[in-house]
Structure formats: structure tokens, C-alpha cells
């Protein structure tokens, strides 16, 4: 019913930029939090930031004051600017939408994108 659909990432030399993107499309009521996640090979996965439907956004220790997230509600999307990479962000990239559905108006449920490849050069 919902789908979301993650752009951006690939290969940046450390202190370099990259941006990702996250549409989400379907039978789509409300979103709450947005965010997004990243899983290092051999790791779990772990939170980045996210951010709330007011705008109250929450980073990972490591990512702070390096990337920022940034949502447009009435495209149902979430961004992740990330500057000053390092080799150590390298991951694949999640994101993660909680969505009340219009089918399901009493529920929120957690979506996942498919994961996109960050690779950082040192």
C-alpha cells in the first residue's frame, strides 16, 4: 500500500558531499517521524536522524553537525544533506517513514526504503 523510494547516495571522497532522498507514494493518510538509518557491513543497523512531524529533529552522535535532515510534507519525502563525509559513513543508507494509512486511519505503521550504497574514499 505504501512504498517508499530512496535516490541520491553512491561514491564521494572523504570531506565531500552527497544527498539522499525518500519518496514515499500510496494510500498515504499522514506521516509521523521520518528518518533515516545506516547498516555498515558485519553492523546492525543503526539510527542517523530523524525527524518529527513538526520539524523536531534528533541525530546519531557521530553525524552531528555533518548532515542534516529535512522533510517536505507535501511531497511525503525526507532528505539527508551529509557534508564533511568521512570514510567511516560508509553504509547503506535506509530510510524509514511512519505512515497512517487510509485504509488503516486508526494505526501508524513503519515503511522501509530499499537501502542505498554510500561509499566514502579516504
Known amino acids: 500500500q505504501v512504498q517508499l523510494v530512496e535516490s541520491g547516495g553512491g561514491l564521494a571522497q572523504a570531506g565531500g558531499s552527497l544527498r539522499l532522498d525518500c519518496a514515499a507514494s500510496?494510500?498515504?493518510?499522514?506521516?509521523?517521524?521520518m528518518g533515516w538509518y545506516r547498516q555498515a557491513p558485519g553492523n546492525q543497523r543503526v539510527l542517523v536522524a530523524t525527524?518529527?512531524?513538526?520539524?523536531?529533529?534528533n541525530y546519531g552522535d557521530s553525524v552531528k553537525g555533518r548532515f542534516t535532515i529535512s522533510r517536505d510534507n507535501a511531497a511525503n519525502t525526507v532528505s539527508l544533506q551529509m557534508n564533511s563525509l568521512k570514510s567511516e559513513d560508509t553504509a547503506v543508507y535506509y530510510c524509514?517513514?511512519?505512515?497512517?494509512?487510509?485504509?488503516?486511519?486508526?494505526?501508524?505503521?513503519?515503511?522501509w526504503g530499499q537501502g542505498t550504497q554510500v561509499t566514502v574514499s579516504s
Open positions: 500510496g494510500s498515504i493518510r499522514s506521516i509521523n517521524d
Open positions: 525527524i518529527s512531524s513538526g520539524g523536531d529533529t
Open positions: 524509514n517513514q511512519e505512515v497512517v494509512t487510509t485504509t488503516a486511519w486508526w494505526m501508524r505503521k513503519s515503511y
